[in-house]
């Protein structure tokens, strides 16, 4: 993954961590809309790796809709140890309309971003909005806001939303960085990606315990297969 995400972190400012934050956020974006780009112009692209194999960063490459682009830009503040939650906006039975990021700046504060259209939600001050702020301000000062993120747009910002994240987990299953453990869980349960970085710990910790039980429970079973052919072997010797 960090091969993938290396282009997007060089050579960014040391001093200012929104700059930084900000100019990552605007690199994933210009690469994921030159590669729709050449989607629209009928080039190929690489394929996507198997699911088993694939990370985060891999959208950085193979492009695709505004989940790709949010773990995509995850993945790249992962690099460069920035927290970041997800943010799964109008939240339905059929699961969300659009999905953005929240970056966390050195002050605690959250900015909202949305990589798939290379926006970031500052007020017409200049100043970055998290979520929260942004479903504070009063209907007269809203007016600044792109109509896709307005009430009762498909994209809203004020309709049912969800937050969650990856934790970055290291295992002794040294290519499994967390993302690829995400798609495993993601296949068993759908809504694996919306639960809280502690669950996600938790959760993939009894993943883990599982595989690891169901594993010695094998080797028991070889043991006692040997075992039992052992005695049969004896058993035959001394009827001989």
Known sequence: MRELTQPMVEGLPSGSHEETVRIAGRRVYERIKAIAEQDAAGLPRQPPSAPWART???GLVTGGSCGVAVRALGATL???DVPFRIIHLNVADYG???IALEARMEDGRWMLMDPLMGFNFD???GRFLSLDELRQLPLERR???PSAYREGQLWSLYGPFER???APLRTFLVWADSPTLWN???ALHPKSRLIEPGAEVATASL???GLLVLSALRRVRIRRALYDAAQFKTQEERAA
């Open 56 to 58: 985060a960063a891999e």
């Open 207 to 209: 993943f883990l315990v």
């Open 184 to 186: 495993w869980m993601e």
């Open 143 to 145: 007016t600044w806001l």
């Open 96 to 98: 969300a309309s659009h």
């Open 164 to 166: 969650g994240s990856w």
């Open 123 to 125: 007020d017409p001050t």
């Open 78 to 80: 992962d690099a460069l």
